[in-house]
C-alpha cells in the first residue's frame, strides 16, 4: 500500500469517524420547522442557516 492510499485511508475513517459522532450528538432535524431554502419572492424571511446573520 502506498503513501498516498494509508493517507487517503486515515482520511475517509477520519471523516466517517466525524460524521458518525455529528449524527448521534446533534439533535433531530425537524424538518417542518427549517426556514425555506429560497425565500426571494415569497413573503417570508429566511431566517437561519448562516451565524453570522443579524438577529
Known sequence: MSH?????AVFWL???AF??????ASD????RNEPP??????GQASSGGHC????
Do not use: E, N, R, Y
Open 28 to 31: 433531530p432535524v425537524d424538518l
Open 14 to 16: 477520519a471523516l466517517s
Open 37 to 42: 431554502l429560497i425565500a426571494a419572492g415569497s
Open 52 to 55: 453570522s446573520m443579524a438577529k
Open 4 to 8: 498516498t492510499h494509508k493517507l487517503q
Open 19 to 24: 460524521l458518525a459522532w455529528d449524527f448521534l
